[in-house]
């Protein structure tokens, strides 16, 4: 059991009467610590990383702690650890929270707690990405049990699944969310919720626990198998990604001595590799990312098959690709369509940049 902070438990002493998150909450204050020296290393890749050839995807994430301020809220960041605030609080009505936040279409959801009279009044965000980050009205978590730590979407069925809190906030369960009003439907109960949790272009989900242990996850039941330890151990809350064209997990971490980190993790051996230390111990919650033009294709692309894929006027044509799990990625990684191939598949789509996955191959494709 870590220590909490002494304004947290006189706050949780004072509110003893009110429900509210109580199980490792010293994970949601935020790092007191500036130290610069790092506590965890992560461990030396046992096999090469896949290394995406521009530098790696767009990330962006929930500022909610830094030694520079002005970096509180939305912020696009590059895998060197350059911050550029994209929304606030004060422009957006975005505020820096350390609870679950999700990129599902255009828009990001945001869940945030927030006291009023004592009493802890739940929140969800939605904002409308493409239109400056506009704050739209959103439904509101009724209680406990629909409120949300981490969120992630599974690209073959467009379902959200993710981590709640138990109905006395003491507990957390995993289940799938519906977003458009706020309710969750519980599959199992957890022992804790996780750092990270996030989904691979195949569906399969992924999480990463507080002991910095990457876990495969069940979707349909919940249970987890380890895949390996990472070498990492968070102590505040972050957040992490997978990249789907590439398969890599993007992992923020905040240290227990206030300094953070970003890595990024080989999802088949959990091979970690530190990508920077950030300048100003951000903590960085909620993330998505955009991938690059290339975002590392080179790398995952393997050899050569049968499979062939040609456009036309609004359309993907794929050729000799039966049997074989086909992905068809957007730009800003919104999932077109996800199936079984055939000999011959023809997908009907909008002008722009995609990704197609056929098996292992990974193809680059425009349609004018």
Known sequence: MKRLSTFLVLTTTMLAAFAQPAANAYRYNKPTGQSANSVQQASQPETPLFTATNGGPELFGNVIASKNSSETGMNKFTTDGEFTLIANQAKNNLYATPYAGIKVGGFYYSFRTQTIFGFQAKYMGKYDIERGWTRLQSATPADWTEFATLL??????????????????????????DLATCKATVITNLDDDWSAFSFNADG????IDWAGNLLKVNK????????????????????GIIDQTTGLFYWTVTRSDGTSALYRVNLETAATEKLTDFANNEQVCGLYLIPGETSGIEEVTAA??????????????????ANAHTTIVTSDGSTVASFTGTDYTQIDVEAGLYIVKIGKDVKKVVVR
Do not use: R, W
Not at 164 to 174: I, N, P, Q, S, V
Not at 204 to 207: D, K, L, M, N
């Open 152 to 177: 992630a979407e599974d690209p073959t069925t467009g379902t959200v699944y993710g981590c709640m809190y138990t109905a006395d906030g003491k507990g957390y369960t995993f289940g799938t969310y």
């Open 204 to 207: 399969q989900a992924y999480a």
């Open 220 to 239: 349909e039941t919940g249970k987890t198998s380890l895949v390996a330890p990472t070498g990492a151990a968070p102590h505040y809350a972050g957040g």
């Open 304 to 321: 050569s098959s049968a499979a062939v894929v040609k456009t036309g006027n609004g359309i993907i044509e794929i050729f000799n690709a």
